[in-house]
C-alpha cells in the first residue's frame, strides 16, 4: 500500500505545481487583457482626434478660400 500512497503523493504534487502555474497563466491573461484594452482605448481616442483635426483643417481650408475669393486672390 505504500507504493500506491506514493503514487498518489508525487500525483498530488505534480497537480498542484500545475494547477499553481495555470493560476499565474490566468493572472498574467487578465493583466494583458486589461493592456490591451488601454490600448484599443487610447486607439479611439486618437482616431477620434485626428477626425476632429481633420474637420478643422477642412473648415480652415473652406474659410480661406472665401477669403482668396473676397479679395480677389483666386478666380471665381
Known amino acids: 500500500m505504500a507504493a ?8 498530488r504534487a505534480n497537480f498542484a505545481r500545475v494547477h499553481d502555474r495555470l493560476d499565474r497563466i490566468d493572472t498574467r491573461l ?3 487583457t ?3 484594452s488601454a490600448i484599443e482605448r487610447d486607439l479611439a481616442a486618437m482616431k477620434v482626434d485626428y477626425a476632429a483635426m481633420q474637420l478643422r483643417l477642412d473648415n480652415m481650408d473652406r474659410r480661406i478660400e472665401r477669403i482668396e475669393r473676397r479679395l480677389n486672390l483666386i478666380e471665381a
Open 4 to 11: 500506491g500512497s506514493e503514487v498518489l503523493d508525487f500525483l
Open 30 to 32: 487578465g493583466e494583458l
Open 34 to 36: 486589461i493592456r490591451v
